[in-house]
Each structure stands twice: as C-alpha cells, then as structure tokens.
C-alpha cells in the first residue's frame, strides 16, 4: 500500500543542502520532506507539533480523571 496523497502534498523544490537523518532508516533526507524517499515512512521534523500534541493529550487526560472522581 503506497500513499499518493503524501507525495503529492510533498513541495516541488526541496533544499538538499539542509539534510537530516530519516528517524525510521536512518539515511539522509531534506529537512523540508514529508516522507522518506528510502523507506517511504513519514517524517516529521517539527518537534513543536509534537509538544503541542502532548500537551493536548495530557490535558485531557487529567480533564478525564479529574471527571471520573
């Protein structure tokens, strides 16, 4: 199974001077990718979105045990 909307939604200019590792295989990669053109996983590498994911998560969380008692 091959996702084509997320290569579509990949940008047509990519800046091969800025790489970084894929976190699934480890091979070089534009920072402004979506996905790994090695192994196909999706990357991310805006670490901001993931602390405001958490942050959401933990939130409800406490919002669900502090509803329960």
Not at 34 to 48: I, L, R, S
């Amino acid at each position: 199974f091959f996702d084509f909307k997320s290569v579509s939604e990949e940008k047509d200019e990519l800046d091969y001077n800025n790489l970084s590792d894929c976190p699934h295989c480890k091979k070089p990669i534009p920072q402004d990718s979506t996905m790994c053109y090695y192994c196909g996983g999706e990357v991310y590498f805006n670490k901001k979105s993931y602390k405001f994911f958490w942050l959401v998560l933990i939130l409800i969380v406490f919002l669900f045990i502090y509803l329960i008692f």
